[in-house]
């Protein structure tokens, strides 16, 4: 067996949107993944379900597997052949001891690379609206650990520190901190030089402290402040209230569940978090396409026979395709049937197969779907649904009413999950989560099933449509329904519910 590669990544400051595109390439990639406690749960999300993880944390005081034992480990599973990803908080070669965790694999002919990451240096302070530099204000930024090896003492030199005039970051000092504030004074800086004191910067729950650097100690201990915490000591922290735009997202402060399917939830994801929530990645469901699927075939080999082709999500779409490729067909099969798509992100899932959709309702629901291909199909035309296996019976419901010939044939399934049900059920039990978003009447039940015992009075339901709100209602939720069914407008009736 050949020795494998050490990768060591900088996952950022704590915010999953600042990790680089290399480090989430190179952890899509990895065999075993080596990870500190700041390595936030998104980030390790992207880890493959079939690499290893080992969890090697650290808190203050408190190492959970000594530095030595860290490097081994990389070593022994380079050795094995794997492709190790070490991956740690901010940047790993700044205070991170990155450098001795390559010495092991550098001496015993291990290839490895190293990953960059966004330092929580430059990037937290950005967070809090506090430039690192301003030309009105100084001239130079100086990075500074506040963490003393064990059993050692802080080695700062406060008077060369004061002389520079500069803005002052203190990483891992939370612990030191009245000792690295009392030194700065009595090294001569002016007391009420502004300080600021950056709580789990980048991240939704981020909290920041101003002061002026002779009471920021006082103040931290009057609002417990606790690691990761970083402390900037500068006039640029004057700035602060002015250019705190994290601060000011409206989202902030907000907990939100999302519980689409792991492959779906991306952009619903994203837009919350760039809206300042705080998002738990719940999902509940998983879809799967049905093989040997004998009346969808069949339907397929005898196309003409239909008027309409109906498709009531984009995992329909994705299933369609999978019967073709079974038939060993592609999207030329569909040319005598029209299509129709419940909503624009079906009819894009459809593009990607050169196809556009004929009929797309201008409110996209199922009942709207079926009302529209009742004016578009005559007396002795038939339609095709492909839809889900437990999925809403609106559309053949109102075709029905409507005289409409049509075959209703099942080709994904769902079936519920619950990977993270500790988290979610805390999060219940103590009321801290404000919303669920739900999207389908089938998340619904998922989240219901795999919580089964838990109150669901104290929190809103964000739901997609009128038939997944019913379906929330019924399970005890109090709803709010999107005007329309995009990921848009479910953000928006969040937005206006807050």
């Known amino acids: 067996m050949g020795k494998g590669k050490v990768i060591l990544v900088g996952a950022g400051p704590g915010d999953p949107g600042l990790l680089t595109l290399r480090g989430a390439e190179a952890i899509r990639s990895a065999e075993v993944v080596v990870y500190d406690r700041l390595v936030s749960d998104e980030i390790l999300d992207m880890v493959p379900p079939n690499a290893e993880r080992v969890f090697v944390g650290k808190r203050s005081g408190e190492h959970s597997v000594p530095q030595e034992q860290i490097n081994e480990l990389l070593l022994r599973y380079a050795l094995d052949g794997k492709l190790v990803v070490r991956l740690k908080g901010g940047d790993p070669f700044l205070f991170g001891r990155g450098g001795e965790e390559l010495e092991l694999p550098q001496q015993n002919g291990v290839e490895f690379e190293v990953v960059p990451g966004i330092t929580s240096a430059f990037a937290v302070p950005a967070y809090a609206g506090i430039p690192v530099t301003h030309r009105d204000f100084c001239s130079s930024v100086h990075v500074v650990t506040g963490h003393a090896r064990a059993g050692g003492e802080l080695s700062i030199d406060y008077s060369a520190l004061v002389k520079t005039g500069?803005?002052?970051?203190?990483?891992?000092?939370?612990?030191?901190?009245?000792?690295?504030?009392?030194?700065?004074?009595?090294?001569?800086?002016?007391?009420?030089?502004?300080?600021?004191?950056?709580?789990?910067?980048?991240?939704?729950?981020?909290?920041?402290?101003?002061?002026?650097?002779?009471?920021?100690?006082?103040?931290?201990?009057?609002?417990?402040?606790?690691?990761?915490?970083?402390?900037?000591?500068?006039?640029?922290?004057?700035?602060?209230?002015?250019?705190?735009?994290?601060?000011?997202?409206?989202?902030?402060?907000?907990?939100?569940?999302?519980?689409?399917?792991?492959?779906?939830?991306?952009?619903?994801?994203?837009?919350?978090?760039?809206?300042?929530?705080?998002?738990?990645?719940?999902?509940?469901?998983?879809?799967?396409?049905?093989?040997?699927?004998?009346?969808?075939?069949?339907?397929?080999?005898?196309?003409?026979?239909?008027?309409?082709?109906?498709?009531?999500?984009?995992?329909?779409?994705?299933?369609?395709?999978?019967?073709?490729?079974?038939?060993?067909?592609?999207?030329?099969?569909?040319?005598?049937?029209?299509?129709?798509?419940?909503?624009?992100?079906?009819?894009?899932?459809?593009?990607?197969?050169?196809?556009?959709?004929?009929?797309?309702?201008e409110r996209y629901s199922a009942a709207a779907l079926a009302e529209g291909l009742a004016k578009r199909i005559g007396r002795d035309e038939r339609a095709l649904i492909f839809r889900a296996e437990d999925g809403t019976e609106e559309l053949r419901d109102v075709l029905g009413k409507s005289g409409v010939a049509h075959d209703d044939i099942a080709v994904y399934r769902t079936r519920c999950v619950s990977a993270k049900r500790d988290v979610m059920a805390a999060a219940l039990r103590d009321k801290s989560l404000d919303y669920v978003c739900f999207t389908s009447a089938s998340t619904v039940r998922g989240f219901a099933e795999s919580l089964a015992g838990e109150d669901f009075s104290s929190v809103t339901a964000a739901c997609i449509g009128s038939a997944t709100a019913a379906a929330a209602r019924g399970r005890g939720f109090r709803t709010l329904t999107a005007r329309n069914a995009t990921i848009d407008e479910l953000v928006n009736v969040i937005l206006e519910g807050k």
């Not at 203190?170 to 300080?195: H, R, Y």
Request: net charge positive; aromatic share 4%; glycine share 10%.
């Open 166 to 361: 500069g803005t002052l970051v203190f990483l891992m000092g939370v612990a030191t901190m009245g000792e690295i504030t009392g030194g700065l004074v009595a090294a001569g800086i002016a007391g009420d030089t502004p300080s600021a004191i950056i709580e789990n910067g980048t991240r939704p729950n981020q909290r920041v402290t101003l002061g002026a650097v002779s009471d920021i100690y006082a103040l931290a201990k009057e609002r417990e402040v606790v690691s990761p915490a970083l402390l900037v000591v500068g006039k640029v922290c004057a700035l602060g209230k002015r250019f705190d735009w994290f601060g000011a997202l409206p989202l902030r402060g907000k907990r939100i569940a999302v519980t689409r399917p792991r492959g779906s939830a991306g952009t619903l994801t994203d837009k919350l978090r760039a809206l300042g929530a705080e998002v738990i990645a719940y999902p509940c469901i998983e879809t799967e396409h049905i093989a040997d699927n004998a009346a969808a075939t069949g339907a397929l080999n005898r196309i003409s026979s239909y008027k309409w082709l109906a498709l009531t999500s984009p995992e329909g779409v994705r299933s369609l395709a999978a019967l073709l490729r079974e038939l060993g067909a592609d999207s030329r099969k569909l040319a005598p049937v029209k299509l129709a798509a419940v909503g624009a992100a079906t009819a894009a899932e459809l593009e990607k197969l050169g196809l556009t959709a004929d009929f797309v309702p």
